[in-house]
């Protein structure tokens, strides 16, 4: 056996007054819908006031003014050193090993 079941004041105020419930639910559907056209308003007239500026022409600086001194490789320290790893093959379809070659 089920328990009586209780309702909510504001669910039993809102079944009684079920137009009310559809008044709510129309007035936010239109305000929804307003918000959608304003938006889609505000969107036209900033894409209406976009302009192309072109890009400014650019001269590369002169990399003779930016010379690296000489570096002795045995002072350098392996803080300073890079690994590049390099590969003889790879593996695809399902494991096949590619070779690189």
Same mark, same amino acid.
């Not at 007239?45 to 072109?54: H, S």
């Given at each position: ?10 669910? +039993?105020?809102?079944?009684? %007054?079920?137009? !009310? $419930?559809?008044?709510? +639910?129309?007035? $936010?559907? +239109? &305000?929804?819908?307003?918000?959608? =056209?304003? $938006? ?5 007239? =900033? ?5 192309? &500026? /072109? /890009?400014?022409?650019?001269? /590369? /600086? ?7 001194? %000489?570096?002795? $490789? ?9 690994? !590049? ?13 590619? +070779?690189?070659?």
């Amino acid at each position: 056996m089920q328990g009586k079941q209780e309702y909510p004041d504001w669910f +039993l105020w809102l079944w009684e %007054k079920w137009f !009310v $419930l559809f008044l709510l +639910l129309g007035a $936010l559907t +239109l &305000v929804f819908i307003g918000a959608a =056209v304003y $938006l889609d308003n505000r969107f036209t007239q =900033v894409q209406n006031q976009l302009e192309y &500026v /072109p /890009p400014r022409s650019y001269q /590369p /600086p002169d990399l003779k003014n930016y010379q690296a001194e %000489k570096t002795d $490789l045995e002072k350098l320290t392996r803080s300073r050193s890079l690994y !590049v790893p390099c590969y003889s093959h790879i593996y695809y379809h399902g494991g096949s090993p590619f +070779l690189l070659e």
